[in-house]
């Protein structure tokens, strides 16, 4: 049965500034915010089409399309770059061929930058997902990827 | 009584990043003993130690660094003994990064199960809630004035001084927000805290509530924290069970809950008034000061604001012995702080201790120098609204009035290391990078004005002796500071201006 995104909206209806956390359930049970999304909040919560649209380009984390299954996110802060963090963004463009802000076809992977993960003494710091990497390679992050998807099957 | 051992596996960001998970899982499959027991505790903020296993046996507790080991060819307990043993364990305690600092706030991190109330109970925790609850609000206010404490946020406002305005406000509706958008580059010290302790936080926040007449706290969580959630999520489930929030909390007539809220990776809503923003659902464009917060925040009711840091700090400015805390330092650099040291260092982790400790000391006897084995070039401190000073100028105290005077701040403590290889020019387009990234596009010298910044910087990186450019430079860092509502446009300048002056002819040849 699909589920129905007005349910996944209600229980925050009534709370004070709940369109936030509402945005976050909406996107960590579809993967993204659609279009219907945005009628139904924006009807839930009494703001126009373009205010909910609004809040959602704002936000680095909220999207508008699908994206990869496995989200990469490369730490390209100050402590990150003491420890050559920017090599490891340019290795992880090209092993996966992507850009960043890039998905790849299969909607496996995509690649983004972060600014801090708060892993700063075990640097360069990947984000998987939620899991983080310290000391990251791209090796690391290869057979992570590969592990897990090992469990899953 | 039965002769236990407990083993101590970390479950904390940094040291899961670097195994800590994946050894429990292998160890735990080895246990088939009922005498023996696995921990996971918080991490001791050694960073470079972790993930750091520890073993109690007969009272003596003992760990060894289990950096890049596995043990997954391991097949039954005895032999992960014995490997311990050849790792030559020690007491973490014994250790000067640890035996160094002066833990006053951080005092509980490592020990046990962070979720374990009855540790935070043993350890001091909670009593501060109990005397709070006695004297009533007005009188802990009154302790927190006189205690010194100033907001480990950025800012450094006098914590006490806020609280007043916001008890002095005639409404019946009041709230609490705690920041917990620890967003500066090379920063942890609050998600330490919320994984390690998450119960100071909440008691922290408990009596802050109940100080300032406040009912409902926010916690404003950045997303990238997600073992924090967990945890503050459960901890707040058991203060919840156990009477320490919801009605009555205590069998007094103090009524206080606590929600979680998620940010969505914007740095500026660390901002106090971008946070607000983002709390009530709306972009995070920050709000013209005044009306303070304190006097007209959140939903319009006046708000009491802090960060992780120092609402943690509070439970201990209200034991009995609150003067350890007070009588340490002086002017506005009272108590300890919690320096996040990282970047090209060998020994990188959280270092409480006094204000006036030499950077040198942090950078040299705590750091232990470079893990590059190359000379230092550059430190930065205070997160990238804070400066970079040169390896000339490592005697520099660490005082918020020393670092003032240098135009920078301590900012939340972040203190990162480069060595020789860094660029400073490309430092300084990164500050200029940085907030094109993360202005709320409010002010038009932050939004478009560090546009500008980064192409001028990059003109200056292929011609140094440029005068026009350093000239425009210049101008464009004091409008930023000067027409910008927040800090984030504000205070971008205040790295570039330290590459200026602290490294002659890295970014501009005169």
Redesign the interface.
């Known amino acids: 049965m699909p589920i129905d995104s007005r349910n996944i909206i209600k229980p925050f209806i009534e709370e004070k500034g709940g369109l936030m956390p509402a945005l976050h359930a909406l996107q960590d049970h579809l993967g993204f915010i659609s279009k219907d999304n945005i009628k139904e909040l924006a009807i839930a919560f009494n703001f126009s089409q373009a205010e909910v649209i609004d809040v959602i380009t704002f936000y680095d984390d909220f999207r508008l399309a699908p994206i990869g299954k496995n989200i990469i996110k490369i730490c390209q802060a100050e402590a990150c770059q003491s420890q050559n963090c920017k090599q490891l963004l340019s290795d992880l463009t090209s092993y996966f061929g992507l850009e960043m802000d890039e998905t790849s076809d299969d909607l496996n992977i995509t690649l983004k930058e972060v600014f801090c993960l708060g892993n700063c003494a075990v640097g360069p710091s990947v984000m998987i997902n939620d899991t983080v990497i310290g000391e990251a390679t791209t090796k690391k992050i290869v057979s992570h990827l590969k592990e897990n998807d090992v469990q899953e099957l | 009584m039965k002769n236990i051992i407990k083993i101590f596996i970390p479950n904390e960001?940094?040291a899961?990043?670097?195994g800590a998970n994946s050894l429990y899982q292998d160890i735990s499959k080895l246990i088939n003993d009922e005498n023996i027991e696995i921990i996971r505790n918080g991490s001791w903020g050694a960073?470079?130690l972790?993930p750091f296993i520890e073993i109690k046996k007969d009272g003596i507790r003992r760990g060894a660094s289990y950096r890049n080991i596995k043990l997954s060819h391991l097949n039954t307990i005895e032999e992960f003994f014995l490997d311990f043993e050849k790792r030559n364990p020690f007491d973490i305690n014994e250790i000067d990064f640890i035996k160094k600092q002066n833990r006053i706030v951080f005092s509980r991190i490592g020990h046990e199960d962070p979720l374990n109330i009855k540790y935070y109970k043993n350890s001091k925790g909670y009593q501060s809630l109990l005397t709070a609850l006695e004297i009533g609000p007005q009188k802990t206010i009154n302790r927190i004035k006189e205690s010194g404490l100033n907001g480990r946020g950025g800012a450094a406002f006098p914590t006490g001084i806020k609280m007043q305005t916001v008890f002095d406000q005639d409404t019946s509706v009041k709230y609490l927000a705690c920041n917990a958008d620890?967003?500066?580059?090379?920063?942890?010290s609050?998600?330490l805290i919320m994984e390690s302790d998450p119960f100071a936080l909440i008691e922290g926040m408990t009596i802050a509530a109940y100080a300032v007449g406040a009912s409902k706290g926010y916690i404003y969580l950045r997303?990238?924290?997600?073992l924090a959630k967990e945890f503050l999520i459960r901890a707040i489930d058991i203060a919840l069970d156990n009477n320490y929030l919801g009605n009555n909390i205590q069998n007094s007539n103090f009524n206080f809950d606590i929600e979680l809220?998620?940010?969505?990776?914007?740095?500026v809503c660390g901002e106090e008034t971008a946070m607000m923003e983002?709390?009530?659902?709306?972009?995070?464009l920050v709000r013209s000061k005044p009306p303070l917060p304190a006097i007209n925040g959140l939903?319009g009711q006046p708000t009491l604001i802090n960060n992780v840091v120092t609402l943690a700090t509070i439970p201990a400015l209200l034991l009995n012995d609150q003067s350890d805390f007070s009588q340490i330092g002086s002017n506005k650099s009272i108590g300890t702080m919690p320096f996040?040291?990282?970047?090209?260092?060998n020994h990188?982790?959280l270092i409480e201790t006094r204000f006036d400790i030499s950077l040198n000391e942090i950078v040299k006897d705590f750091g232990y120098g470079t893990k590059s084995g190359q000379p230092i070039h550059a430190i930065?401190i205070g997160?990238?609204l804070g400066i970079y000073l040169s390896s000339s100028m490592l005697d520099t105290s660490l005082t918020i009035e020393s670092l003032q005077e240098l135009k920078g701040s301590v900012g939340h403590g972040?203190i990162?290391?480069?060595?020789n290889s860094?660029d400073m020019a490309e430092?300084a387009k990164?500050a200029m990078e940085?907030c094109v990234?993360?202005s709320?596009g409010k002010c038009t010298p932050c939004r478009i004005g560090s546009v500008r910044g980064v192409e001028i910087i990059e003109r200056l990186q292929k011609n140094k002796t440029s005068k026009n450019d350093a000239t425009l430079l210049h101008d464009l860092c004091e409008t930023l500071e000067a027409t910008s509502l927040c800090a984030m446009g504000g205070m971008t300048p205040n790295p570039i201006h330290s590459i200026i002056k602290f490294f002659p002819n890295e970014l501009i040849e005169k």
Not at chain 2, 223 to 226: A, D, G, K
Not at chain 2, 278 to 284: A, D, K, L, M, V
Not at chain 2, 340 to 345: I, M, T
Request: aromatic residues 16%.
């Open positions: 960001t940094s899961n990043s670097v960073f470079w972790e620890e967003g500066d580059g090379g920063t942890f609050d998600r997303s990238e924290y997600p809220r998620i940010g969505a990776g914007s740095y983002s709390i009530e659902g709306r972009r995070g939903f996040q040291l990282s970047g090209n260092v990188g982790g930065q997160g990238p972040g990162i290391v480069f060595d860094v430092q990164f940085f990234k993360e709320c």
